[in-house]
Structures are given as C-alpha cells and as structure tokens.
C-alpha cells in the first residue's frame, strides 16, 4: 500500500471511529509498528499518529454516504418554505415572509442551521450544516477541535450569497451614488432570498422531531414502532 505525503486516506481508528485526512509522513521508529501522521479533516489542528493498518487509500472527493444524503431537498422546501407573518420591532413594520432553504451543504449535511442577518430579520435562510459543528470548542483526544458554527459562519454566508447572490451590489450606471466602488442602496435591493449579510447574522436550529411532525414521517415511525 502507497502511503505517499499528501494522498488522502480513510481512518479507520479503534478508538475514535472513521475519518478522513491526508498524509503528512511516515513515522520514523523502528520500535513501532508501521504508521504515518495524518492531517485529520474537520478542525483538528494536529496531525494524528495512525498505524498503517488503519489506513485506506481513497480518491480526492470521496465520503461515506451520510444521512444528508437522504434528505431530498424539495422536501425539505415543501415543509420549510412556509409563508409567515413576521415583524421585527412593532406591527407597522410586520408583513409575510418566507424563509429559503439553500441548496450549500456542509460534511453530512445532518444539522440544518438557520441563518437570519441583522437587516432580513426575522426571515432566515436554512443551510444544511456538519453535525459535527458545535457552538464552542473542547479539548478531545489531547488536540484542540476548533469545529465551531461561529468558525464556519463566514464560509456559510458566501454559500448563501453564491447561490442567492447578494441584495445590494455596486451598480456603475447609478446616478445618484458617489463612485469609489461602494454598494448602491438607492432602492430595495435585489428581492429575497438574496442576501445581507454586511451587518451580521444570528443562528438558530430546526428540530427534527419538528420536521419529522412536518413531513408527516413522525406517525409512520409510531405505527412501525407500535
């Protein structure tokens, strides 16, 4: 088996389950069994010391299907992209909103995360996130796991403006804005789900067992379990 610097290799750890990273070199101790340092992929900040028989060789790209996988995105749209009545301060600015469900997805796409930016508030965007992503780091097998939502946010906005694209751009034609390159905000802005992200965002969570209730796949699993 080749286990040249830089291939990318399944980990198969006896300990801490499957992952996946890319070899940095091979540990130089006669004393020890065969093994290679592994960069692992996922916020780990050290390279792992892994024995070569935990190591497969696997093309550039490549994962375990995971239950992102299963989720079909109309689906998701169908139960997600609801009109509601939202107001962010007083009932005069009030009006009906409609959230977006992006098509971006993150590791296995297990953790649907809610974006609102300050100035699109309440209404929000739905990107379907790691589940491994947590709110603050920890200490976990002697390395730094710095896999944090807050870590991710700004690659999750430029998701969503890749694909939504953004409300206010420079717009050169635009009389009435000074030139130097800045946004034109004479008017509305392109209409949602683009989007606004130059103030700030918040995030939130859905709950399965809420989606589940709005699939309509909670009684089936109750009728099975029964």
Avoid at 94 to 118: K, R
Avoid at 136 to 151: A, Q
Avoid at 192 to 207: K, L, Q, T, V
Wanted: include cysteine; aromatic fraction near 10%.
């Amino acid at each position: 088996m080749s286990l040249t610097p830089g291939i990318r290799v399944r980990v198969q750890h006896p300990r801490y389950g499957r992952h996946y990273g890319a070899v940095v070199e091979r540990v130089a101790d006669p004393l020890q069994p065969p093994a290679h340092r592994v960069m692992i992929e996922g916020g780990f900040i050290n390279a792992w010391n892994c024995l070569d028989e935990w190591l497969t060789p696997v093309p550039p790209g490549f994962r375990d299907m995971v239950i992102g996988d299963l989720l079909n995105l109309d689906m998701l749209k169908a139960a997600i992209e609801v009109e509601f009545l939202g107001s962010l301060w007083t009932e005069g600015d009030c009006g009906m909103l409609t959230p977006y469900v992006c098509e971006a997805s993150f590791g296995d796409g297990f953790h649907l995360l809610t974006i609102s930016t300050i100035n699109q508030r309440p209404n929000y965007h739905v990107v379907r996130a790691c589940s491994s992503w947590r709110e603050s780091g920890k200490r976990w097998y002697h390395t730094y796991r710095d896999d944090t939502i807050g870590e991710h946010i700004d690659d999750v906005l430029t998701a969503i403006e890749e694909e939504c694209g953004p409300r206010y751009f420079i717009d050169e034609d635009c009389d009435t804005c000074e030139p130097g390159g800045y946004e034109c905000r004479c008017g509305d802005g392109q209409p949602w789900p683009a989007i606004e992200a130059d103030g700030g965002c918040s995030w939130g969570h859905i709950r399965w067992d809420w989606l589940m209730k709005q699939l309509g796949i909670a009684e089936q699993l109750d009728r099975i379990a029964a």
